[in-house]
């Protein structure tokens, strides 16, 4: 099902939203459990690809990032050097990890900690458990490596978490380097 | 042979921590524990080490003026026995006055005490992560709901997790 996905179901053209940047206070609030055939829900998912696909290097963005508190967020790890198994572009709704295993330590950014990296350990192995933008039927995806990172990382923000609450140490923060 | 404080303040450049150790090398001193960072672009390291503090004083002088350099002799070293179990404190949220004293309070009353702490600032973004031992007879539950109640004060976030080691 998820294979055969495209924004382009979807039918509705997506907006590029702004992306906010913590501490905005929305990116702290547990997103609401969505109702993924109002047109309005339907519409936040044509405008989290599109938003998603204008952000250089932004392989999912969260409802959350663009000022809405649900539980949506659109990924796609297509492109990135360290993805393995990969589902392609889609949109979730109400997603929920269902098993995760083999944590592995790395380091993350994210477009609304535009200043710092950090590293968290997380689940290489991971069972999701989500509904598709216009669509009744909960999917299971079971993915590994970069992708269940970035799951997990989509997961946290629509439940108020970011990066920042799962760094491994007390010196796992740090500056994003710009090179000059 | 007594312990030394050896603590370099300064405007960062390539080459600190070559001239600094270097220079204590003609000393006979032994370098123990060391960190250094970068704390808002300025070059911080603090050094314990054991050596003749007049030696160490004298061989570091050159240096001085560039960098702020001092040495103080310490006590004996005082061996912290671990008084539980680790856990991991991160808190971020906007920037104002009194995060760290009100967050640290709550873990200090709770008979945690901190083994390691970075803050980091960054537009409007403050960022606190430490490394936290609680004693077994804490009341986490408690913990917990004093940590939120004072995240709320401060229009922060708090979390206080388990730190996960993997012995191999």
Known sequence: M?????????????????????PHPVLATEGA???????????????????????????????????????????????????????????????????????????????????????????????VRGVLPGTTDPLTITTDAFEARALQHEIDHCNGKLFLDRVAGAHAVYPRKTYQ | MSQLAVTVIGPDRPGIIADVT??????????????????????????????????????????????????????????????????????HGADRPGIVAAVTRMIAAAGGTITDLATRLSGGLYVLTAEVELPASADLEMLDRALEITAEELGVGVTLRPAESDDL
């Not at chain 1, 250089?56 to 297509?78: I, Y």
């Not at chain 2, 070059?43 to 960098?67: K, Y």
């Open chain 1, 33 to 127: 459990l969505v109702d993924p055939l109002d047109p309005s829900m339907i519409q936040l998912a044509a405008d989290l690809v599109a938003t998603m696909r204008v952000s250089p290097g932004c392989v999912g963005l969260a409802a959350p990032q663009v000022g809405v508190a649900a539980q949506m967020f659109s990924l796609d790890v297509s492109d990135h050097p360290k993805t393995r198994t990969c589902h392609g572009v889609f949109v979730l709704c109400n997603a929920v990890v269902v098993e995760a295993s083999r944590n592995e330590k790395a380091r993350e950014g994210c477009m609304s900690v535009p200043d710092f990296t950090g590293d968290v350990k997380r689940a290489t192995r991971l069972t």
């Open chain 2, 22 to 91: 270097g220079a204590l090398v003609g000393t006979g001193v032994n370098l123990e524990d060391t960190t250094m960072t970068l704390l808002r672009g300025h070059f911080a390291m603090m050094i314990v080490c054991a050596g003749p503090i007049d030696e160490v004083e004298s061989a570091l002088e050159p240096l001085q003026g560039e960098l702020v350099i001092t040495v103080r002799t310490m006590g004996p070293e005082h061996e912290h026995a671990p008084i539980g179990a680790p856990y991991m404190l991160s808190v």
């Open chain 1, 2 to 22: 998820i294979a055969s996905w495209s924004p382009k179901l979807l039918d509705v053209e997506g907006a590029v939203l702004d992306v906010v940047r913590a």
